[in-house]
């Protein structure tokens, strides 16, 4: 069997590197490499150019490289330039015609430090680079990482062959097929792809479009959770916290949490004793440590007189919708299928894969994969997808518990949040929210209702707005309430009596028998961790889908997040002085919610009329298409309240207008 593909050698080709030994080992393998000037090249060809296996051919360019492979020799270096390699790519391109092929592999390599041309091979790389610029626009449908990565192609398409005399084509049939489009399937389905693995998920309505787009928006190690003893959870979720300021350094912002002591309440000494744990199991402090501070007149004075005393302690905020999106969108462009609105129905297996069926939304049509494994990433429909498999019993269940918030006018000034204590216990935070509000929440109440149509009740805006009253000087009401969202959370059913007290921490329950492939279901979980439980989700499936064991997400940005030194403050002043006619607000917000890509959207536009159509908040046609074409954007809803919460920002008559415009009807969470 045929299997084109073309392999990019940073430096020079070796003879023990991942693209000689397939191309020695497989016939149907076409290699390309991009040889820079060294010494021994001839030698490292010579078992290639003496193979004759029918179906293989093997062409040899030579790249004049400007720069040399200093660039990558430094091991603490983690960025490896992918600008500097793509600019070889090109000339690659011009010359070789890339559009014959399928994919583009990547075989990046490093000198040894012993000197000589000695080169190593990318399979002990620890890092994995960013994707090309534009790739599938210079014809390559599917690009490959590491030598691991085009082992793993070679393996899948063997394995596809196999099952074409039963007729399971190779296009038919994926290494993986995961169904829910929320944090934990968009994480899946990104690391996946990234090992190699043929990806695809289904959604049935909009990426994020329940629990994961309705949370309080806050990557962080979970303080309370130390009263109820989940060290575990709190260790792994403040190592996430570091890894997601990492890898979307655009997107994931630090903010300082003012804790108010109350007497009657937690005492002093049991805040301190928690805080000084938190800042133990943080490890590096890239964030603040905690500390006491004095609530007066000054940045704390929004307080009601009598709290005298509080606590600072330091963790993250986040888009969460948009942290769904970009985990999506980076999956897709390592090559995985990403199907929104289309509604998993059901799976049986099939020789040895599942035959999986859905439709699409909003008609008849159905789509039929062949997956050799599922994960169930289904969220509040966990157990409602476990049910379109007949015979496969699983254990554990899910609980779902609702969360409510409130948008209100803000309340105090400063870029710090409040995290208040109730006296039933339970924990509100106040957080700022689209510079001019106040993001007021979460509630715990028992949900038995459809996750679909989840609302917020009188009493959860009685509860949220007496929280408040309780604590702030200025009082709301249920009029002062300018928005209002709900979520439902899938959380493992651990048969706690509180709501409150359910664990956050995440099941992983796998099934597979001789009757049946791989089904793997997701119960719990939290949005700070969604990248460590796809490593631990892949780990499980290992064994049987043969996928490389290689960590890698910890390390390479999402979509955007390449910003220069990570630093997102000089990022925007860069934006500022390049596209000079943006207002400082568009700028700014563009630059958290795209980083680097905000080129694609703003190009070489030399004025604000240049971007198209403005409809408002500073939403333009040049931002919509943006959206439309790389987000899987459909309606106004995604747009206005989920890939962006500019439906804040606009009139009622914006966002009629906008819907409208783009002929969907009127907004569905005005």
Not at 91 to 102: N, Q, T
Not at 142 to 153: C, D, E, K, M, Q
Not at 583 to 611: K, M, N, W
């Amino acid at each position: 069997m045929e299997i084109p593909c073309l392999v990019l050698v940073v430096g020079a080709f070796c003879a023990d590197s991942a693209a000689a030994q397939i191309a020695q080992d497989a016939a149907g393998v076409l290699v390309g490499a991009a040889l820079g000037r060294g010494r021994g090249q001839a030698c490292a060809f010579a078992p290639l150019l003496a193979r004759s296996d029918a179906g293989i051919s093997l062409d040899v360019m030579t790249s004049c490289l400007g720069r040399r492979t200093a660039a990558h020799r430094q091991a603490e270096d983690d960025d490896l330039e992918s600008q500097f390699v793509a600019s070889d790519l090109d000339a690659i391109v011009d010359m070789h015609g890339a559009r014959r092929f399928d994919a583009l592999a990547v075989d990046v390599h490093e000198t040894a430090g012993d000197g000589g041309s000695r080169l190593r091979s990318a399979l002990v790389e620890p890092r994995a680079p960013q994707p090309f610029i534009d790739a599938q626009s210079r014809g390559f449908r599917l690009v490959l990482f590491h030598g691991t990565s085009l082992r793993l192609y070679h393996s899948r398409a063997r394995f596809n062959a196999a099952f074409q005399g039963v007729g399971v084509a190779g296009s038919d049939c994926v290494d993986l097929l995961i169904v829910g489009g929320g944090i934990n399937g968009a994480g899946i389905a990104r690391d996946a792809a990234g090992r190699g693995l043929r990806v695809a998920l289904v959604e049935q309505s909009d990426l994020a479009a329940a629990t994961s787009s309705a949370s309080t928006k806050l990557i962080h190690g979970g303080l309370r959770y130390l009263e109820f003893f989940e060290f575990r959870l709190v260790r792994e979720s403040l190592i996430e916290r570091e890894r997601l300021l990492r890898i979307a350094p655009h997107l994931v912002r630090p903010m300082q949490f003012i804790l108010p002591h109350v007497p009657g309440l937690r005492p002093r000494w049991q805040i301190r004793f928690g805080l000084f744990f938190y800042d133990y199991f943080s490890g590096r402090r890239t964030l603040a440590p905690s500390r006491s501070v004095r609530v007066g007149a000054g940045a704390y004075g929004a307080l009601r007189p009598g709290l005298d005393h509080a606590f600072s302690y330091s963790d993250c905020w986040v888009d969460d919708s948009r942290l769904v999106v970009l985990n999506a969108m980076d999956a897709s462009q390592r090559g995985a299928a990403i199907h929104t609105r289309t509604r998993f129905v059901s799976a049986s297996p099939d020789n040895g894969v599942w035959r999986a069926r859905c439709v699409r939304q909003g008609g008849s049509e159905s789509l039929e994969i062949r997956a050799r494994a599922i994960v169930n990433a289904a969220g509040p429909w966990v157990e409602q997808v476990l049910k379109s498999f007949p015979g496969v019993q699983v254990a554990g269940g899910v609980r779902l518990v609702k969360g409510s918030h409130i948008v209100v006018p803000r309340l105090f000034p400063g870029k710090h949040a409040f995290m208040l204590q109730n006296p039933d216990g339970r924990i509100v935070f106040a957080i700022p929210y689209e510079q001019k509000w106040t993001l007021v929440g979460t509630t715990d109440v028992p949900y038995s209702g459809d996750a679909a149509h989840v609302r917020i009740s009188e009493d959860e805006i009685r509860y949220l707005c007496d929280t408040i009253n309780r604590y702030f000087q200025r009082s709301i009401s249920a009029s002062d309430v300018r928005w209002t969202y709900a979520g439902v959370r899938p959380l493992f059913d651990d048969e706690s009596q509180s709501a409150s007290r359910v664990t956050r921490d995440y099941r992983i329950e796998l099934a597979q028998s001789a009757e049946h492939p791989p089904l793997l279901s997701i119960f719990g979980g939290k949005l700070t961790t969604y990248r460590r439980l796809s490593e631990t989700v892949l780990e499980r499936l290992q064994p049987s889908l043969g996928s490389s064991p290689r960590l890698w997400t910890h390390r390479a940005p999402l979509p955007g997040g390449d910003l220069p030194a990570r630093n997102f403050r000089r990022f925007v002043i860069d934006v500022r002085r390049r596209w000079r006619f943006l207002p400082i607000t568009v700028a700014r917000r563009l630059a958290r919610a795209y980083g680097t890509r905000v080129e694609q959207i703003i190009g070489s536009a030399q004025s604000f009329a240049d971007l198209g159509e403005h409809y408002g908040a500073g939403l333009t046609a040049a931002e919509v298409d943006y959206l439309v074409r790389n987000e899987w954007a459909m309606t106004d809803e995604d747009i206005l309240w989920r890939r962006s919460k500019l439906g804040l920002h606009m009139s009622e008559a914006e966002r009629q207008r906008f819907a409208a415009a783009l002929g969907t009807g009127s907004s569905a969470c005005a």
